[in-house]
């Protein structure tokens, strides 16, 4: 691989190296074509063509190297030639410099020592022999040892480079083996791994495929490589785990449907008692409901009654009030008539006095002779005034004491009357306080009776609600039933050799 690497890096060198001594060698041959220097055009010309062959066929053996590196110092040389009397020599020794570092491109230390050589044998020949060839004023071999100490710098520089490179190279090419082995390492790891997995896979493969089928019994016994082992393990224990689940599933499914019909068969009971109760409560309701309707009549009359027999409690009370007025007026009656009775006495006293002046004044008239006969006429009709007065009050007397009689009695039978009406009036408010606390109790009553008619319509309510529950549950029973049924079907695909009597086989609900 080292020598792969580095014999890729020296093609590409020879071809960059060879490409520049032929474009050096054209330039060369024209510019010796063109000053007559025909000699130097066609060393040029020969120089280059093992160059080129080389390029050309990618050689980069030691001897192409080698040539290259005695090729591109020669040819920097005419060029040295061809500048000399021209005042560029001095500039074409740039050239070797240039030249010499060129040829690093074919990472060969060896290379830059051959061309260092040829180099400095040039400059010590030409310095001796021609040294117009080498500078403009003559030799100087002070300046040759300049120059020789500049390029043996450049050379060290250059043969670090190269053996760095040489080095790189092989490093690379070290890691790029290190890294072949560990590609070979962990191909060998992957194909024992897949070996491995193929082997895992079948396992599992086989044991699903059983497990699809409803196999919950079987195991794999054959252990599995590594640390695949341990899948077949919790595999094992799981498929052990759901066999115990599908069977506990199952019982489950069994006591659900169990439950589900009993549940139904409680609901419908349920439903049918809660019809009957409902039918109850709407009896009871409509009951309820007749029985309000007599209360709040009854309640109405009674409010009637009580108004009826408050205004004759408030009759009576005028009445006897009336009545005690005038047993009042009659007892002033009587007492006036007493006081009558006095002043007919009065006058029948005046009238006797009367009399008895009259008589006197007779007697006087007649004891006056002609002289009292007017007087003795007035005094006749004044007796007979007072006779007549006394008739009178004698007969008003009478009368008096008559009326007086007649209203002792009238008295008498008034406090009769005013006694009775007050016992009545006393009744009156006794009856009409029970009846006030009859009709209050009967409201007492009506708003117990309407309680309890809106307490009879929420039950009845409930109870609607109670039977559409009721309803639904038996409707949900029966649903669960069926979500058990299909649950125990999916259960019974699994073959349980050991728990198979353990799934009892449900029966379908009618």
């Avoid at 290379?111 to 022999?129: D, K, R």
Wanted: proline share 2%; aromatic share 4%; net charge negative.
């Amino acid at each position: 691989m080292i020598v792969d690497e580095m014999h890729a890096l020296r093609q590409t060198g020879i071809r960059v190296v060879g490409t520049l001594a032929c474009v050096v060698s054209a330039i060369l041959v024209i510019w010796g074509l063109a000053t007559g220097a025909l000699l130097v055009a066609l060393a040029a010309a020969l120089l280059v063509v093992p160059a080129a062959s080389f390029a050309l066929s990618r050689r980069a053996d030691p001897v192409a190297r080698l040539t290259m590196a005695v090729t591109c110092p020669l040819l920097a040389a005419l060029l040295l030639a061809m500048a000399s009397g021209t005042g560029w020599i001095l500039d074409m020794h740039m050239t070797f410099f240039t030249l010499l570092a060129v040829l690093t491109a074919l990472a060969d230390w060896r290379v830059i020592i051959v061309s260092t050589v040829v180099i400095a044998l040039h400059h010590l020949a030409l310095n001796f022999l021609a040294p117009a060839l080498v500078f403009d004023n003559g030799a100087d071999l002070l300046r040759v040892l300049f120059h020789a100490l500049v390029v043996l710098v450049e050379a060290g520089v250059l043969i670090v480079l190269c053996r760095q490179f040489e080095a790189l190279v092989r490093n690379l090419g070290e890691v790029r083996r290190a890294e072949a082995a560990l590609a070979a390492e962990r191909s060998a790891e992957r194909e024992l791994l897949n070996r491995e997995q193929q082997t895992v896979l079948s396992g599992l493969s086989e044991r699903l495929r059983k497990l699809a089928a409803g196999d919950l019994a079987s195991r794999l016994d054959t252990p599995f490589p590594g640390e695949y082992d341990r899948a077949r393990a919790l595999l094992n224990q799981s498929c052990a785990e759901l066999d115990q689940l599908v069977g506990a599933v199952a019982q489950t499914a069994d006591q659900v449907a169990t439950g589900a019909q009993e549940l139904r068969e409680a609901s419908s009971d349920l439903a049918g008692k809660t019809e009957q109760q409902t039918a109850a409560i709407e009896s009871a309701l409509r009951t309820a409901s007749e029985l309000l309707r007599e209360i709040e009549a009854q309640s109405g009359l009674w409010a009637a009654t009580r108004t009826v027999a408050l205004d004759a409690k408030t009759d009576a009370d005028r009445g006897a009030e009336e009545i005690a007025a005038a047993a009042e007026a009659i007892t002033r009656i009587e007492a006036s008539s007493a006081e009558i009775g006095e002043m007919i006495g009065f006058i029948d006293t005046i009238a006797f006095q009367t009399n008895l002046l009259a008589l006197n004044a007779g007697v006087e008239a007649a004891r006056a002779g002609e002289a009292g006969k007017g007087f003795a006429v007035v005094a006749g009709e004044v007796r007979e005034l007072a006779q007549r007065s006394a008739q009178s009050a004698t007969a008003i007397k009478a009368l008096v004491a008559t009326s007086k009689d007649e209203v002792a009695i009238g008295v008498a039978r008034v406090q009769q009357l005013v006694t009775l009406l007050a016992s009545l009036v006393a009744r009156f408010s006794d009856i009409a306080g029970q009846v006030d606390t009859i009709a209050q109790g009967s409201e007492g009553s009506l708003e117990a009776i309407r309680r309890i008619n809106a307490a009879m319509g929420l039950l009845d309510r409930g109870m609607q609600q109670n039977a559409a529950m009721a309803e639904q549950t038996s409707a949900a029973s029966v649903e669960l039933l069926r979500s058990a049924e299909d649950l125990s079907d999916q259960v019974s695909r699994f073959r349980q050799p050991d728990s198979a009597a353990a799934i009892p086989q449900l029966s379908r609900a009618a």
